[in-house]
């Protein structure tokens, strides 16, 4: 045997050992793990109601809130090197900031009078 095979068959050791290895972990947690099965966890459940027939149904405030989220997780993401860069860009890039955290303060101000914030 070559030293180039030698070493695709340490690697095909090495990625044997591995799933022995999580196959054994996963094999002693099924068998020392308690097992009582119940109905009420098998119900579907999502975002803190039950399911109504076949399909749960979930609020549209939790889509609302992610799309809000993600909006101003972006923000912070534009601003981050914004602020790190700022003394090079001078002030065009301060006016372009402001017009920009201006629009999604807009965008807030909006979803709040729409009363999208609101839980109940």
């Given at each position: 045997m070559t030293e180039y095979y030698r070493n695709y068959l340490a690697v095909a050791l090495f990625i044997g050992a591995a799933l022995l290895m999580a196959g054994g972990m996963l094999?002693?947690?099924?068998?020392?793990?308690?097992?009582?099965?119940?109905?009420?966890?098998?119900?579907?459940y999502e975002a803190g109601s039950d399911p109504i027939g076949g399909w749960g149904q979930s609020n549209i405030r939790y889509y609302v809130y992610a799309l809000l989220f993600v909006m101003f997780d972006v923000e912070a993401v534009f601003i981050f090197p914004w602020a790190v860069r700022l003394e090079f860009l001078g002030w065009f890039a301060v006016i372009e900031m402001i017009v920009f955290v201006l629009i999604l303060t807009l965008g807030l101000a909006y979803a709040w009078r729409k009363g999208v914030l609101r839980w109940a």
């Open positions: 094999g002693l947690g099924r068998l020392i793990r308690p097992n009582r099965p119940q109905p009420q966890k098998y119900i579907t």
